[in-house]
């Protein structure tokens, strides 16, 4: 039903096998990218260009490169109002992820949603979600669709350690579980939900073994190794593919930056962080993995390292440059027509 936490990996090639250069570089390339774009938003809501809420994925991003690397085409994805990274991971562009943030036209959701409430049908991305927990009863809906049309999708439904304590949670597991849908529930554990230590907030030595009760199988995962991430994915994926209902991951993962930009994190020693740092970070690891193996040398990293820095750059350069939606959008995308154009003409509605 269930398997023990995976142990962290070797930095070497050779513990690595039947991965390709390809494969590493492009881990390396969208991980770096979600690091370098997450400082960048930091430094614009320092400038006062990023209002209201912001929460950085720093540290965090090896568990959705991963699982995105193991998703195919068509695959939903929902998340909490940590979501910038699930975004770029997804393929939603830079430019307009860092114009939502900044309130502008030109993002995704026309600058209305900002940093917590983004949405692209296009990417089968539904959204981040600022209520705790919210999001995962909805992810088990998108899945229901799926299961309901038949179409061998699954729906990735992202929330943290502690959300893993509200009570639709489980509401949602036996649901999911009742009626065998293809959802994966993923716990990004980093340890702290919001501020407390989940030492102290819970007596669980693992939060997906609650998943036990209701008959639904997972495991505990290195959330900070990319490699393990994906395989771990692939996993749950076939099993959910396969028609045997939902699986949860608990990825065991770290934030280095505080809860969100009011956060001084003062909770934790600058030790601890610089620890998890020096001995875990998921980019480093990687690169690690690229220089033993020979797969690329110092030179190409760093011209990897460029071009997502002219990325980035170019995506602040976009939101600055993108003008604030008119006050006519503040009447749209709220209503949908509930009859479809052509029945509403056959009907005379």
């Known amino acids: 039903m269930a398997r023990k936490p995976s142990v962290p990996q070797d930095d070497t090639a050779a513990a690595q096998p039947n991965v390709s250069r390809d494969e590493l570089l492009k881990h390396y390339r969208d991980m770096l990218l979600i690091r370098r774009f997450e400082e960048k938003a930091g430094q614009l809501y320092g400038m006062g260009l990023i209002g209201g809420f912001c929460h950085l994925y720093i540290g965090q991003e090896a568990v959705v490169v991963g699982l995105e690397a193991a998703a195919e085409k068509g695959d939903k994805r929902i998340t909490s109002y940590r979501d910038h990274g699930h975004m770029l991971a997804s393929g939603m562009e830079a430019r307009g992820v860092m114009a939502e943030l900044t309130g502008r036209i030109g993002g995704y959701s026309k600058g209305k949603g900002g940093s917590m409430h983004m949405f692209s049908k296009e990417s089968?991305?539904?959204?981040?979600?600022g209520i705790v927990g919210a999001q995962v009863p909805l992810g088990a809906g998108l899945a229901f669709a799926d299961k309901y049309l038949g179409n061998g999708r699954v729906t990735f439904t992202y929330y943290g350690d502690g959300a893993s304590n509200q009570g639709q949670v489980y509401e949602t597991?036996?649901?999911?579980?009742?009626?065998?849908?293809?959802?994966?529930?993923?716990?990004?554990?980093?340890?702290?939900?919001m501020g407390t230590s989940m030492k102290r907030s819970t007596k669980s030595t693992t939060l997906y073994g609650r998943g036990e009760a209701f008959g639904i199988p997972g495991e505990q995962v290195d959330g900070m190794d990319v490699l393990a991430v994906k395989a771990a994915g692939e996993k749950a994926i076939a099993h959910c593919r396969a028609g045997k209902g939902p699986y949860i991951l608990e990825m065991m993962t770290y934030r280095y930056r505080g809860h969100s930009m009011s956060d001084p994190a003062k909770y934790r020693?600058?030790?601890?962080?610089?620890?998890v740092r020096d001995e875990r970070d998921p980019i480093e690891h990687v690169r690690t993995l690229l220089l033993t193996g020979k797969h690329a040398s110092e030179d190409d990293l760093k011209a990897i390292d460029k071009e997502i820095k002219d990325i980035v750059n170019d995506s602040a350069d976009f939101a600055r440059e993108s003008p604030e939606p008119p006050l006519e959008e503040l009447w749209t995308d709220i209503y949908a027509d509930a009859v479809p154009q052509a029945a509403a003409q056959d009907q005379n509605v």
């Open 269 to 275: 020693t600058r030790e601890e962080v610089q620890k």
């Open 173 to 193: 597991y036996n649901m999911a579980e009742l009626w065998e849908l293809p959802v994966i529930f993923v716990i990004e554990n980093n340890g702290y939900a």
């Open 124 to 129: 089968h991305f539904y959204g981040g979600h």
